[in-house]
């Protein structure tokens, strides 16, 4: 199903850390499902129904996106993509406890789900359960059928440094650098982990990766910035910031520059 494919993008892979009711409503038989997701109108009206839903969640319209999922619910109680959506939409809204319900919902429904476990993982991380969420991805990545293995790869390491696990975030960047070398969240959380780290020429082997990749974000230069500036490298921070102040003349991170906080 189509929905399926863009609920499991709704959290993305790209992770920059320069820049994831009750139980009783959801009681249905699994066999009647079964009926009902084989008939083919049926089918197709939750497939609408979910296209609507994740349209509506990423176009900032959660309210909307919520109704939809119920009239999904209705048609098909125990359709796990459903609850898996209603958890994205209401950790959005802020609505932590029942998030984390249709979560729950959503894994017992299909408990080999790795797209539902990396965004309850990343629920937990968000909500500061960072070591309950780490086992977790650690669970999907021991699963090679799992198409987005990066996207977890990245969650797992913004956790880590949440915990202040630096290695731990290290070994996850870096297992995600081996996946795929020229990814710019790999690389920008590795410049920025190894800057912290006072690494100053292996932040700035990753953090030029980035800037190949044309992504020229305020904090990608003003990390660039900081790197060529503690390496003493003036004509790259003359550089740097003209193209900071050309681009982002009103970011925060052009005000650092002008004020010389290299070290905030």
């Known amino acids: 199903m189509k929905s399926r494919k863009l609920v499991s993008m709704l959290l993305s892979c790209c992770v920059l850390l320069l820049s994831a009711c009750t ?7 699994m066999d009647d499902e079964k009926v009902a997701i084989d008939k083919p ?3 197709r009206r ?4 979910m ?3 994740v349209d509506y969640f990423t176009q900032g319209q959660p309210k909307l996106a ?3 999922v119920r009239n999904v619910i209705n048609l098909s109680p125990n359709f796990a993509d459903a609850y898996n959506l ?3 939409i209401q950790m959005e809204m802020k609505d932590m406890p029942r998030a984390e319900e249709n979560f729950l919902h959503a894994l017992k429904l299909d408990p080999s789900n790795s797209d539902i476990t990396n965004n309850y993982a990343w629920f937990l991380c968000e909500n500061g359960r960072g070591k309950q969420a780490l086992p977790l991805f650690d669970k999907i990545l021991s699963d090679r059928t799992y198409a987005t293995p990066l996207k977890t790869m990245l ?3 913004v956790c880590s440094l949440r915990l202040k696990d630096v290695a731990t975030a290290e070994r996850y960047f870096k297992l995600g650098a081996d996946l795929q070398p020229n990814n710019p969240s790999v690389n920008a959380n590795l410049a920025k982990l190894y800057y912290d780290k ?13 800037l190949r990749e044309e992504i020229f974000a305020a904090d990608v230069l003003w990390l660039a910035i900081k790197i060529d500036n503690k390496l003493g490298d003036r004509a790259s921070v003359n550089g740097l910031a003209t193209q900071l102040r050309r681009r982002h003349p009103n970011s925060k991170e052009f005000a650092s520059f002008q004020k010389g906080a290299f070290n905030e």
């Open 51 to 53: 296209q609507l839903a």
């Open 198 to 210: 006072g690494k100053l020429d292996d932040a700035r082997i990753y953090i030029q990766r980035v």
């Open 155 to 157: 969650s797992a390491g």
């Open 46 to 49: 939750v497939s609408i129904r």
């Open 23 to 29: 139980s009783s409503r959801f009681v249905s038989s």
């Open 66 to 68: 919520l109704e939809e």
């Open 41 to 43: 109108d049926v089918q």
């Open 86 to 88: 209603r958890g994205l």
